[in-house]
């Protein structure tokens, strides 16, 4: 069975527990209380993270390569295209795939993308059980994988790509059938606090497959392994979507770095963009989907009877963000949820202003904005349904800091200031 299928079986006995987490995640309550009154109130004087950006993966060589046109559609920021800043890759545990790498990542960095890496398995000769599936790195080894990891950061570097960060193990925490390897807490707290200064590059831990804090935790609360850490990176299977006040503290960033939902009905494309805006509201500062490139991710890719290289329905979704959510904009606060099944996030950068809400209700809303604390004269819509694709609507005036408009049902609008 190929890596995809497996990981696919594996994943659907804890899809819905995941989607259920993420529709029912906890709220960051310095965002403000969903007060139902009716009304969505932009603070922009209160200023919460920095947006390092949203993206999605290209694994190589379990999927084919992206072709120019999908990278210009996936990291390009016009009309029909995604916006996407962030590019996860795959570090192999062989030396010799390093190179199939770099095509695509050489474009996307040209575009200005942030390149993060990922390794599934140190080499198999590195483990206790000398196999790339499962077993632990071997103490005695930990030197050497740190100089494996160094050197795919040097081989990218060679080429005219700069690796922004590198995790120290996807899913550490999970036992499959595929590329992996299990650490516990104290193994990597000893990686991260005596050989990853080594690698020098930033550092992404844990990766854990449901965003579990008890490695993190370790991490940060070791003075020496937490100067070492960049990134406190995790993922959503089963649950996870919360805030994380630890990582807060210590300065660290939160990546949400890998997610997929193979089911593309409308409701589930749409709860996507739920889960983007749960995110973003427990204060992460990235979001980043499995495969680009798949019929179920942002990208089709044909197999199941749609256009290759299309846009997808998901992908519309998260373009509402990733267009116009740009890195080094800041999330302010804003009314969480000012109805039922209405869900607002608002971000500025300067006197840039961009509101992101969704209408999860079956009918149309009329949503009233108001602006505090700055000046918006008028904003351009983009709205994202079962029948519109990021479709850019008439400017909107404000008056008196205030503007009311007419959702569409089932919908995702971003309003851009001019």
């Not at 390897?181 to 005596?194: D, E, I, L, P, S």
């Not at 992908?315 to 267009?323: D, E, K, L, P």
Request: proline residues 4%; contains cysteine; aromatic residues 10%.
């Amino acid at each position: 069975m190929c890596l995809n299928m497996i990981r696919n079986n594996l994943l659907s006995l804890i899809l819905l527990f995941a989607l259920m987490a993420a529709g029912c995640s906890k709220k960051d309550t310095i965002n403000g209380p969903s007060d139902e009154s009716g009304t969505a109130s932009v603070d922009l004087a209160n200023t919460h993270q920095v947006i390092r950006g949203f993206g999605a993966a290209n694994i190589l060589p379990w999927r084919p390569d992206m072709t120019v046109d999908q990278i210009n559609t996936a990291f390009g920021t016009g009309a029909g295209q995604l916006g996407f800043t962030i590019l996860r890759l795959r570090v192999p545990p062989d030396t010799s795939q390093f190179a199939i790498q770099v095509a695509t990542a050489q474009l996307a960095h040209a575009q200005g993308v942030t390149i993060i890496a990922s390794p599934w398995t140190p080499p198999a000769s590195m483990k206790t059980n000398n196999n790339i599936v499962g077993g632990e790195l071997k103490t005695d080894s930990y030197a050497a994988y740190a100089a494996h990891l160094k050197a795919f950061g040097d081989y990218m570097s060679s080429n005219g790509v700069l690796l922004y960060a590198v995790s120290v193990q996807n899913e550490p925490d999970v036992t499959v059938t595929y590329e992996s390897c299990y650490w516990n807490a104290t193994q990597m707290v000893n990686f991260v606090k005596n050989n990853v200064p080594s690698i020098g590059i930033n550092i992404i831990a844990d990766e854990s497959m449901n965003f579990s804090h008890t490695i993190t935790d370790a991490i940060l609360n070791d003075p020496v392994a937490a100067a070492n850490l960049s990134i406190v990176g995790g993922h959503l299977y089963g649950g996870g979507l919360m805030s994380y006040p630890l990582a807060m503290s210590k300065g660290k960033d939160l990546w949400m770095t890998e997610y997929l939902d193979t089911i593309t009905t409308w409701s589930h494309v749409l709860a996507t963009g739920k889960q983007i805006n749960d995110c973003m509201n427990a204060s992460m500062n990235a979001y980043i989907w499995w495969y680009i490139v798949r019929f179920y991710g942002p990208i089709d890719d044909g197999e199941r009877g749609g256009t290759k290289g299309n846009v997808t329905k998901r992908g519309y979704v998260m373009s509402q963000y990733a267009r116009f959510v740009r890195p080094g904009y800041y999330r302010v606060s804003a009314t969480a949820s000012p109805q039922t099944n209405v869900d607002v996030t608002a971000y500025k950068n300067g006197s840039k202003v961009v509101i992101v809400v969704l209408n999860r209700n079956s009918s149309s809303i009329d949503q009233t904005f108001t602006i505090q604390n700055g000046t918006v004269t008028t904003f351009t819509p983009y709205v994202t349904s079962s029948s519109k694709n990021c479709v850019q609507g008439s400017d909107i005036t404000l008056s008196n800091g205030s503007f009311t408009v007419t959702l569409d049902s089932s919908s995702a609008t971003t309003f851009v200031s001019n």
